[in-house]
């Protein structure tokens, strides 16, 4: 079968059976805790794949950042935040790029966002060729960092280091740690991954390709390749050496505030 032979459709789905799906089929089985949509993708009565929709922990900072010229608000777009799809359906080589043609159509019939924004994770190898085949928008990239247990290989994002940063606190007698210290992260065998991460948008009305012509730096070419990923581990205080890509096992879930078997962690907003 090709694309031209496929016909989807995308309807909403209930949480618990996007979320169930999600963490059979996705990497990474945290999911964003501020979600605004789970859709599934359908072909015929078929559940092919899964595309949830919301904002990262600080939307009003992403926008500002990517626009720093005009007054947008949290409404303005909405997020990809996971989209995975049924094992046969990874290898097609068009069935990501025909899935966002869909979801493009269906956000602008059934919602006013402006932009529909994501993120392409460097660290896990991706450099987002999915939209670059879809002609998003390349915003540029940014470096982030996760850390990893060096025995299990559990990944572990910062923002899911709750009890990790209290036990440093602790363990370093201060009040407070925002990052998990050198000292600390030797002392529970975990180690620092730095990596980048690579921003893309795609404008959904009119009002959103002028809003992007003010920022003549995102561009539809020059995308990033393999060649642009980047890694590496802290080895000191403040020093890093360059490593190969990381590996982890997304199965452990130790140190992970967001147990995956606990469907309670994640918001719907509506």
């Given at each position: 079968?090709?694309?031209?032979?496929?016909?989807?459709?995308?309807?909403?789905?209930?949480?618990?059976?996007?979320?169930?799906?999600?963490?059979?089929?996705?990497?990474?089985?945290?999911?964003?805790?501020?979600?605004?949509?789970?859709?599934?993708?359908?072909?015929?009565?078929?559940?092919?794949?899964?595309?949830?929709?919301?904002?990262?922990?600080?939307?009003?900072?992403?926008?500002?950042?990517?626009?720093?010229?005009?007054?947008?608000?949290t409404?303005?777009?909405?997020?990809?935040?996971?989209?995975?799809?049924?094992?046969?359906?990874?290898?097609?080589?068009?069935?990501?790029?025909?899935?966002?043609?869909?979801?493009?159509?269906?956000?602008?019939?059934?919602?006013?966002?402006?932009?529909?924004?994501?993120?392409?994770?460097?660290?896990?190898?991706?450099?987002?060729?999915?939209?670059?085949?879809?002609?998003?928008?390349?915003?540029?990239?940014?470096?982030?960092?996760?850390?990893?247990?060096?025995?299990?290989?559990?990944k572990?994002?910062?923002?899911?280091?709750?009890?990790l940063?209290?036990?440093?606190a602790?363990?370093?007698?201060?009040?407070?740690?925002?990052?998990?210290?050198?000292?600390?992260c030797?002392?529970?065998?975990?180690?620092?991954i730095?990596?980048?991460?690579?921003?893309?948008?795609?404008?959904?009305?009119?009002?959103?390709?002028?809003?992007?012509?003010?920022?003549?730096?995102?561009?539809?070419?020059?995308?990033?390749?393999?060649?642009?990923?980047?890694?590496?581990?802290?080895?000191?205080?403040?020093?890093?050496?360059?490593?190969?890509?990381?590996?982890?096992?997304?199965?452990?879930?130790?140190?992970?505030?967001?147990?995956?078997?606990?469907?309670?962690?994640?918001?719907?907003?509506?």
């Amino acid at each position: 079968m090709t694309h031209k032979d496929m016909s989807l459709s995308i309807k909403e789905l209930p949480k618990e059976q996007a979320v169930a799906f999600i963490r059979r089929y996705h990497y990474s089985k945290v999911v964003p805790r501020l979600c605004r949509y789970f859709l599934g993708i359908y072909q015929h009565e078929k559940l092919l794949g899964v595309v949830e929709l919301g904002w990262g922990t600080q939307p009003l900072q992403t926008l500002h950042k990517l626009f720093p010229s005009h007054n947008l608000v949290t409404a303005d777009y909405l997020e990809i935040g996971k989209m995975c799809f049924l094992p046969e359906m990874n290898h097609t080589q068009y069935f990501g790029s025909l899935t966002l043609s869909y979801l493009i159509k269906w956000l602008q019939k059934y919602t006013d966002c402006l932009f529909l924004y994501t993120l392409a994770d460097g660290i896990e190898g991706k450099c987002g060729y999915v939209y670059q085949a879809s002609n998003f928008y390349y915003c540029g990239s940014f470096k982030t960092s996760v850390y990893r247990d060096s025995q299990t290989l559990e990944k572990i994002h910062p923002r899911s280091a709750r009890i990790l940063l209290e036990e440093n606190a602790v363990y370093d007698g201060v009040e407070k740690r925002h990052w998990l210290t050198h000292e600390f992260c030797e002392h529970k065998k975990i180690e620092k991954i730095n990596g980048l991460m690579f921003r893309y948008i795609y404008p959904l009305t009119q009002e959103a390709r002028h809003i992007l012509k003010k920022y003549p730096t995102y561009t539809q070419h020059s995308y990033p390749k393999n060649n642009s990923l980047y890694f590496e581990r802290r080895i000191a205080n403040r020093r890093y050496e360059k490593i190969l890509q990381p590996h982890f096992n997304k199965n452990v879930c130790q140190y992970n505030t967001q147990h995956y078997n606990n469907q309670q962690e994640v918001l719907c907003l509506f």
